[in-house]
């Protein structure tokens, strides 16, 4: 592609192309580089602690809030579910459906439910849904 750009007649597209492809290289190598959130800073009865994301198990949403939900304790957290699954990594968190976030590493079974949903079985016991909107999601692991 390059050399194609490289031997083009015309400067301005082949300024213009390489321009481009620049930047989607640049764009490619800062998403591999990105840093994901390593803790979660709450704020609980004037006290301010951390979570670490490791201890998380998995993430439901409570209105205006995200219910961290570890193995000893739940946390509540002003931020939306959107905003937190940008901020987790994905080799490690799973959206489930628009409500609720797994650590993958959490998950123990599978049961296929109908439509292309399943019941998602956590290590602890916890059942959990999955929805067909976010069924792609599932299917990484069901590669595997």
């Given at each position: 592609?390059?050399?194609?750009?490289?031997?083009?007649?015309?400067?301005?597209?082949?300024?213009?192309?390489s321009?481009?492809?620049?930047?989607?290289?640049?764009?490619?190598?800062?998403?591999e580089?990105?840093?994901?959130?390593?803790r979660?800073?709450i704020?609980?009865?004037?006290?301010?602690?951390?979570?670490?994301v490791?201890?998380?198990?998995?993430?439901?949403?409570e209105g205006?809030?995200?219910?961290l939900?570890?193995?000893?304790?739940?946390?509540l957290?002003?931020?939306?579910m959107?905003?937190?699954?940008?901020?987790?990594?994905?080799?490690?968190?799973?959206?489930l459906r628009?409500?609720?976030?797994?650590?993958?590493?959490?998950?123990?079974?599978?049961?296929?439910?109908?439509?292309?949903?399943?019941?998602?079985?956590l290590?602890?016991?916890?059942?959990?849904?999955?929805s067909?909107?976010?069924?792609?999601?599932?299917?990484?692991l069901?590669?595997?």
């Amino acid at each position: 592609m390059r050399e194609r750009i490289k031997n083009s007649k015309d400067g301005k597209l082949d300024y213009k192309l390489s321009a481009l492809l620049q930047s989607l290289e640049s764009a490619k190598s800062n998403a591999e580089l990105r840093a994901f959130l390593e803790r979660v800073v709450i704020k609980d009865s004037g006290r301010i602690f951390f979570v670490g994301v490791d201890e998380i198990v998995w993430i439901s949403s409570e209105g205006n809030y995200v219910k961290l939900h570890t193995k000893s304790k739940a946390h509540l957290l002003r931020e939306t579910m959107d905003g937190l699954e940008n901020k987790l990594n994905p080799r490690e968190f799973l959206r489930l459906r628009r409500s609720t976030i797994v650590r993958i590493e959490q998950i123990k079974e599978l049961h296929p439910l109908f439509n292309g949903e399943f019941a998602v079985i956590l290590k602890d016991g916890t059942e959990l849904a999955s929805s067909r909107r976010y069924r792609q999601n599932l299917n990484s692991l069901l590669k595997d």
